[in-house]
């Protein structure tokens, strides 16, 4: 729960550092009256800024059609073998932080070989910082809720009469899942960040 934690905030602090804001999202508290000269300054910086991000190549050097199959092919391989380990991992290697890590090496081949426009266009459903938040939502909440009930902090609660395939439905499942979206989005943030077009140098 702690290991979750420290790489949920510092995937936040690589977002926050590398991450440029956008114009007009901070507004001061006590406005100051302004130099309009400054101000037409700054919006030209803004579409230089626009201007070099367009000229940019979107992946790196040595994209080809072969490295786009590969991708193609890894990340739903990554993303099937993911549940078995946090399914089966009371019986077997694995658990939510091994899955979360497999499925994020899927999600950083897609940015290293096609570049961070083309990943978000096409995965359109990845959004890092909602599973980190959900993640932690899920892992603390399952933690604390044997709490209300008079037992233990992370009491282990198993639903009887409920079997699939050698799984029980439990509490610990439930974590696992917890720290496989957290593990999961952090990965796919700290991509995402490094990889923006504004944040990478010319080659």
């Known amino acids: 729960l702690i290991e979750i ?17 956008r114009s007009g999202r901070v507004v001061p508290l ?28 979107s992946g ?21 073998i993911a549940p ?9 290697p694995g658990d939510g932080f091994t899955a979360g890590v497999l499925a994020g090496l899927g ?10 426009r083309d990943t978000k266009r096409r995965l359109r459903w990845l959004h890092p910082v909602p599973l980190i938040s959900v993640g932690l939502l899920v892992a603390l909440g399952n933690a604390a809720l044997p709490l209300l009930f008079g037992r233990d902090f992370l009491s282990l609660t198993i639903l ?10 439990t509490s610990s499942l439930l974590f696992e899942v917890g720290i496989f979206l957290t593990v999961f989005g952090s990965a796919s943030a700290i991509m995402e960040a490094i990889t923006h077009p504004l944040e990478v140098e010319p080659l």
């Open 84 to 92: 078995a380990h946090i399914f089966y991992g009371g019986v077997g």
């Open 60 to 80: 790196l050097r040595f994209r080809s059609p072969i490295t786009d199959m590969v991708i193609i092919i890894v990340l739903p391989v990554a993303l099937l």
């Open 160 to 169: 009887s009469g409920f079997s699939f395939a050698g799984i029980k439905l």
């Open 30 to 57: 006590f406005r100051r009256r302004t130099n309009p000269d400054a101000e037409a300054a700054q919006v030209e910086a803004r579409q230089k800024d626009a201007q070099r991000e367009e000229r940019r190549p």
């Open 107 to 116: 999600i950083a081949l897609w940015y290293i070989v096609l570049g961070y």
């Open 5 to 21: 934690s420290v790489l949920s905030m510092a995937a936040l602090g690589v977002l926050t550092i590398l991450a440029r804001p």
